[in-house]
C-alpha cells in the first residue's frame, strides 16, 4: 500500500563531487541542519552504479527532509529546493543522480556520445585513461614509500600525505552512468535538471562545447516533455588550473540552446579546494533562474553579462545587459586585462561608467582585444545591484 504520497515538483540533480556534496560538508552545517524541517521536501538518492546496457530499475528510497536525514542529502539540490519550496509553497522532490571524479562521458548514452565521438574511440580513451592514472599512482605510491623509509631511517618526522588511489574506472566508462541511473526514470514527469559538472572534463573543452548540448537533446528526448529547463553552475573559481577559463567557455555553449541557464560562481568558490563549502549560494542562484524562467515569476536571474565592446581612442569601451546598478567590490577594479594586435596581455585600468566599463593600458595604446576574470582563480569584483557577479568573458578567439 503506497502512503505519504505527493504531488509536486521534481527536479533532476546530476553531475560529479560537487553536485554530489552533502549539506554536512557545506557553510554552517550544523545550523543549517538543525532547520531542516521541511516534510514537504524529498530526496532520492541513487546508488554509486554503472552498467554496459541500459537499466529498468536502480536502487534507493525517497527521504523526507529532516534534520535526522538533509545531512546526506545533495548540498546543491538541497538548497535549491528550500528556495522554490519557500516561494512555491508546493512539494519539492529531488532527484539526486550524481557521482564524483565523472566525466560528461559517463552520463550520455551511446547515441548521444556518437554524434561527437567515435564510440570506439571513447572507450580507447576511457581505457588508456584508466590505466595512466593506475600508473601514475603506483609511480607516486613507489616514491612515497621511499622518501617515508628514509625519514624513518634518518630519524625525521614524516608529514608527506600518502597518494590517493585514482577514481575507480568504472565510474568513467562511457555511457555507464547514463544507462545505470538516467533511463529507469525516464521519461518520469520531471520539472527540469540543475547540472554540476564540468571540472573531470577541463582538459578537452574543445570537445565539451559539442559533448555538453549534445547531453541535453539527448535527456530532453528521453524525459519526452520538449525543451524542459536545464540550467547548470559554470565552474567555481579554483587554484592555478590553465584550461579552467576556456572550460567555462565551453559550459556556456549550452546557452545557445533553449530553456537553459547558467549560475556563475566564479566569486563563491575556495582557491584552494575544489568542492566550494558555499553551497547555499549555488543553489540560491540556480533557484533564480528557474524561478524567472521555469516558473515565470520575474525578477532579476543573472548577474552583468558581456554584450560587446566599441573602441575608443586608447581604450576600450565595454557593454553588458543585466547591468542595472553596475558596481564594484574592489574600487581598484582588478580583473580585467586587455591586448593590442599582437595579443600581449597587460593588466588594465577599469572604470564604471553607467552600465559599461571603460578599459585602458599605458603599455596597449591600440586595444583591439578585453578579457575579464580569465583564469582559474581570478579576481572578480564586478556586480549588478541584484548583488549576482559578472562571467568571466573575453571578445577575442585567440589561442590558449
Same mark, same amino acid.
Given at each position: 500500500?503506497?502512503?505519504?504520497?505527493?504531488?509536486?515538483?521534481?527536479?533532476?540533480?546530476?553531475?560529479?563531487?560537487?553536485?554530489?556534496?552533502?549539506?554536512?560538508?557545506?557553510?554552517?552545517?550544523?545550523?543549517?541542519? %538543525?532547520?531542516?524541517?521541511?516534510?514537504?521536501?524529498?530526496?532520492?538518492?541513487?546508488?554509486?552504479?554503472?552498467?554496459?546496457?541500459?537499466?529498468?530499475?536502480?536502487?534507493?528510497?525517497?527521504?523526507?527532509?529532516?534534520?535526522?536525514?538533509?545531512?546526506?542529502?545533495?548540498?546543491?539540490?538541497?538548497?535549491?529546493?528550500?528556495?522554490?519550496?519557500?516561494?512555491?509553497?508546493?512539494?519539492?522532490?529531488?532527484?539526486?543522480?550524481?557521482?564524483?571524479?565523472?566525466?560528461?562521458?559517463?552520463?550520455?548514452?551511446?547515441?548521444?556520445? %556518437?554524434?561527437?565521438?567515435?564510440?570506439?574511440?571513447?572507450?580507447?580513451?576511457?581505457?588508456?585513461?584508466?590505466?595512466?592514472?593506475?600508473?601514475?599512482?603506483?609511480?607516486?605510491?613507489?616514491?612515497?614509500?621511499?622518501?617515508?623509509?628514509?625519514?624513518?631511517?634518518?630519524?625525521?618526522?614524516?608529514?608527506?600525505?600518502?597518494?590517493?588511489?585514482?577514481?575507480?574506472?568504472?565510474?568513467?566508462?562511457?555511457?555507464?552512468?547514463?544507462?545505470?541511473?538516467?533511463?529507469?526514470?525516464?521519461?518520469?514527469?520531471?520539472?527540469?535538471?540543475?547540472?554540476?559538472?564540468?571540472?573531470?572534463?577541463?582538459?578537452?573543452?574543445?570537445?565539451?562545447?559539442?559533448?555538453?548540448?549534445?547531453?541535453?537533446?539527448?535527456?530532453?528526448?528521453?524525459?519526452?516533455?520538449?525543451?524542459?529547463?536545464?540550467?547548470?553552475?559554470?565552474?567555481?573559481?579554483?587554484?592555478?588550473?590553465?584550461?579552467?577559463?576556456?572550460? *567555462?567557455?565551453?559550459?556556456?555553449?549550452?546557452?545557445?540552446?533553449?530553456?537553459?541557464?547558467?549560475?556563475?560562481?566564479?566569486?563563491?568558490?575556495?582557491?584552494?579546494?575544489?568542492?566550494?563549502?558555499?553551497?547555499?549560494?549555488?543553489?540560491?542562484?540556480?533557484?533564480?533562474?528557474?524561478?524567472?524562467?521555469?516558473?515565470?515569476?520575474?525578477?532579476?536571474?543573472?548577474?552583468?553579462?558581456?554584450?560587446?565592446?566599441?573602441?575608443?581612442?586608447?581604450?576600450?569601451?565595454?557593454?553588458?545587459?543585466?547591468?542595472?546598478?553596475?558596481?564594484?567590490?574592489?574600487?581598484?577594479?582588478?580583473?580585467?586585462?586587455?591586448?593590442?594586435?599582437?595579443?600581449?596581455?597587460?593588466?588594465?585600468?577599469?572604470?564604471?561608467?553607467?552600465?559599461?566599463?571603460?578599459?585602458?593600458?599605458?603599455?596597449?595604446?591600440?586595444?583591439?582585444?578585453? *578579457?575579464? %576574470?580569465?583564469?582559474?582563480?581570478?579576481?572578480?569584483?564586478?556586480?549588478?545591484?541584484?548583488?549576482?557577479?559578472?562571467?568571466?568573458?573575453?571578445?577575442?578567439?585567440?589561442?590558449?
Amino acid at each position: 500500500v503506497a502512503r505519504d504520497i505527493l504531488v509536486g515538483e521534481i527536479w533532476l540533480c546530476s553531475g560529479q563531487s560537487n553536485m554530489e556534496w552533502p549539506v554536512r560538508r557545506t557553510l554552517n552545517a550544523d545550523a543549517e541542519i %538543525a532547520a531542516a524541517d521541511f516534510p514537504l521536501i524529498r530526496h532520492f538518492k541513487t546508488p554509486p552504479v554503472s552498467a554496459d546496457a541500459p537499466a529498468a530499475d536502480t536502487g534507493g528510497e525517497w527521504q523526507t527532509c529532516r534534520p535526522a536525514t538533509v545531512g546526506a542529502f545533495t548540498a546543491a539540490g538541497f538548497y535549491f529546493g528550500r528556495e522554490l519550496f519557500k516561494k512555491l509553497n508546493v512539494p519539492v522532490g529531488l532527484l539526486n543522480c550524481s557521482w564524483g571524479g565523472t566525466p560528461i562521458e559517463a552520463w550520455m548514452s551511446a547515441g548521444a556520445l %556518437a554524434t561527437v565521438l567515435e564510440p570506439a574511440e571513447a572507450v580507447r580513451r576511457w581505457r588508456a585513461d584508466a590505466g595512466e592514472r593506475q600508473a601514475n599512482y603506483e609511480t607516486d605510491l613507489a616514491r612515497w614509500s621511499q622518501a617515508r623509509a628514509a625519514a624513518e631511517k634518518a630519524g625525521r618526522e614524516f608529514k608527506r600525505p600518502q597518494p590517493r588511489k585514482p577514481v575507480d574506472a568504472v565510474r568513467r566508462r562511457p555511457s555507464g552512468l547514463y544507462n545505470a541511473l538516467i533511463t529507469p526514470f525516464a521519461p518520469a514527469a520531471i520539472r527540469g535538471v540543475i547540472w554540476y559538472q564540468g571540472e573531470a572534463n577541463a582538459e578537452r573543452h574543445a570537445e565539451y562545447r559539442a559533448l555538453f548540448p549534445a547531453l541535453i537533446r539527448s535527456w530532453r528526448t528521453d524525459f519526452q516533455q520538449g525543451d524542459i529547463p536545464f540550467y547548470y553552475v559554470q565552474l567555481a573559481n579554483f587554484r592555478p588550473r590553465p584550461a579552467w577559463p576556456f572550460q *567555462r567557455e565551453a559550459q556556456d555553449a549550452a546557452l545557445k540552446l533553449p530553456n537553459t541557464g547558467r549560475a556563475v560562481a566564479i566569486d563563491i568558490g575556495d582557491g584552494g579546494n575544489i568542492h566550494p563549502q558555499n553551497k547555499q549560494e549555488v543553489g540560491r542562484r540556480l533557484a533564480l533562474l528557474a524561478l524567472a524562467g521555469a516558473y515565470g515569476l520575474g525578477g532579476e536571474f543573472s548577474g552583468p553579462e558581456f554584450a560587446g565592446v566599441v573602441r575608443e581612442k586608447g581604450a576600450l569601451r565595454v557593454k553588458f545587459t543585466h547591468a542595472a546598478g553596475l558596481k564594484t567590490k574592489d574600487p581598484t577594479l582588478p580583473g580585467f586585462v586587455i591586448a593590442g594586435a599582437d595579443k600581449k596581455f597587460a593588466p588594465a585600468t577599469a572604470r564604471i561608467e553607467g552600465e559599461e566599463v571603460v578599459v585602458s593600458a599605458e603599455s596597449v595604446p591600440a586595444p583591439v582585444a578585453v *578579457r575579464y %576574470a580569465w583564469a582559474a582563480d581570478p579576481p572578480a569584483p564586478l556586480y549588478n545591484a541584484a548583488g549576482l557577479p559578472a562571467s568571466p568573458f573575453r571578445n577575442d578567439d585567440w589561442d590558449e
